[in-house]
């Protein structure tokens, strides 16, 4: 466009491309564009009929607030004094939108009192607030439990006769919830009913829902669920909510209820008079659905919600559950880990590492060392790593599981690995470096020339330190790993009994610790043996059914 006269671009294709840019929170590019703006055309053009014609334009209020508005997913509120700089070089004034969108990126940013001041700057200046500059008001008063102060703002909106969007009552809802006043919530509610271009009702109980639940109002949780069905029926979102409500909440048994109801593709209302929707479980269901079983140690539901899920043609995400997986099989449901590793494989992705782990000791309680070496091979060929310090965590927190002969047969199995080919392999090192200094573990003679053939250093005064405190036999933290892009990086050190856990599942540690007693099968069937014998029990099902 810029290239051409006929087609360079005036001050409405600008504000535009500027209001487009802004809703998707391209700063930079927009950035740029006020840069083209201002310097005109790249390079000179021919044939211009117009001897005075200056392309050159400046920034109004529109591409400015366009900015705004762009700083929002961005928490930029220095852009927002910026902006307001440029515009007051410019002689230009801010508008009421120009005053809400900077309250927005001060409320993203956690400025609370910005928000306040911006706001009294706005009507010093004379100027009448909008229903986006009460929404940013509303939020603030929620963010700080302010409730009172909220609600008396929606009343001053009301009596300025400002027309409110349906968002606007739907967050001081949601605001009042956070407080335990859900029946208040319920009143906002109905004028968010009256209000045009409303959400579904569904939506809009939902979020009240979940925002008791961040509050920790469970009791409310279950009473807006039951006024619900009064009125609606409760979509796919609702139905989550509820299941993860009940999870964490030691209340499996409602959602197991929940779940099985959706399973049957309906979901009945309590209002005989009303119409059913059509439900079905999806891989957040799923998933919320094998957190609640793993909470109540609910093993073998949690085997059949997983064979379900799998026949539906979901998989687990081992970034966000790779420990429900592990819980399982420390359990005793052992084929759900191969199941798990082997699908990863398939998919052409790397397995967690807390998988590797878990597959690592079992090997070892079976005795299969050479299939620890393929793991470890595995997990360097994957850029994965262990270090010396998770090994010894490793050894510690399973020492009620694996014997510490195994350990030592492990360390003859290793020594008798070609040095060459051990030296390239980080986690090989750290494994011999770990049992080395480990001083619960009896080393035999040779293991000394094997590590001193793999360059490692015996002095090393990081695990020399860390081992004095950490013994296969004694206790302490653990640090996890997670993977990112494909390589693995150390989480934060958590205290719980030594245990690797998600950090979002508090309830880990115990969870597991409860099933360290149970010991796996080395003879166990393939992926591709457990899917059809699920697949095969499923049509047996039917037919005796039919």
């Keep these: 466009m810029r290239e051409h006269i006929s087609s360079y671009p005036d001050m409405p294709a600008y504000h535009s491309i500027a209001v487009t840019l802004g809703q998707a929170g391209y700063l930079k590019e927009l950035l740029n564009i006020i840069d083209c703006l201002r310097t005109g055309p790249s390079k000179l053009m021919t044939n211009v009929k117009f001897l005075h014609w200056d392309p050159r334009l400046e920034p109004d209020v529109v591409v400015y607030n366009a900015v705004l508005n762009a700083c ?81 703002a929606v009343e001053e909106m009301e009596c300025r006769g400002v027309v409110a969007r349906a968002s606007v009552y739907f967050e001081l809802a949601c605001c009042l919830c956070s407080v335990g006043r859900w029946k208040d919530a ?47 029926a409760p979509n796919i979102g609702t139905i989550n909510s509820m299941i993860k409500v009940y999870g964490q909440n030691n209340m499996f048994d409602e959602s197991r209820l929940l779940f099985e109801g959706i399973k049957k593709g309906r979901m009945g209302l309590q209002n005989p008079g009303s119409s059913d929707s059509r439900l079905s479980p999806d891989v957040f269901t799923y998933n919320l659905m094998l957190e609640a079983c793993t909470v109540a140690h609910e093993w073998d ?19 966000q559950h790779a420990w ?91 020594n008798s690995l070609n040095a060459d080919d051990s030296g390239t ?22 293991s000394r020339k094997c590590i ?22 004694g206790e302490g933290g653990k640090m996890t790993s997670n993977i990112q892009n494909g390589t693995c990086m150390e989480a934060d050190q958590n205290q ?10 508090p309830l880990m540690a115990d969870i597991i610790n409860d099933n360290m007693h149970c010991f796996p099968d080395s003879n166990l069937p393939s992926s591709y043996e457990i899917l059809r014998e699920w697949r095969q029990n499923i049509k047996e099902k039917v037919i005796v059914e039919c």
């Design 452 to 473: 001193s053939t793999l360059g490692i250093v015996e002095g090393d005064k990081e695990l020399v330190s860390h081992s004095s405190n950490i013994q296969l036999t």
């Design 425 to 446: 392999n980080p986690i090989l090192r750290n494994l011999i470096t770990s049992l080395h200094h480990s001083s619960g573990l009896d080393m035999p003679p040779d």
């Design 186 to 232: 319920l009143l906002q509610v109905e004028k968010l009913c009256k209000c045009p271009s409303s959400k579904p009702l569904a939506v809009t109980f939902t979020g009240l829902i979940q925002s008791s639940a961040a509050a920790g109002h469970i009791h409310d949780c279950v009473s807006i669920f039951q006024y619900m069905r009064e009125f609606c």
């Design 72 to 152: 929002v997913p961005w928490k930029q509120w220095k852009g927002a004094f910026w902006v307001l700089q440029q515009m007051r070089q410019s002689g230009l004034k801010p508008s009421s939108a120009t005053y809400g969108l900077a309250m927005e990126v001060m409320l993203s940013s956690g400025k609370f009192d910005l928000v306040y001041k911006f706001f009294e700057k706005m009507e010093k200046a004379g100027l009448t607030p909008n229903d986006s500059t009460y929404k940013a008001l509303v939020c603030t008063f929620g963010k700080e439990g302010k409730t009172d102060e909220a609600l008396r």
């Design 301 to 319: 539901y949690l085997e059949n919600v997983y064979k379900q899920m799998v026949l539906r043609g979901y998989s687990i995400d081992q970034s």
């Design 324 to 414: 429900l997986i592990v819980a399982a099989s420390r359990a005793g449901k052992w084929h759900l880990l191969d199941h798990a590793f082997e699908q990863s494989l398939e998919m052409g992705e790397i397995p967690y590492i807390s998988l590797y782990k878990e597959k690592i000791c079992q090997s070892l309680q079976a005795g299969e060392y050479a299939k620890v070496i393929t793991y470890i091979h595995d997990m360097a060929q994957g850029s994965l790593n262990i270090t010396p310090n998770e090994w010894m965590q490793l050894f510690k927190e399973n020492e009620n599981r694996i014997r510490k002969e195994s350990w030592q047969e492990l360390l003859h199995e290793l």
């Design 496 to 505: 719980n009994n030594g245990v690797e856990k998600d950090t979002r599942n």
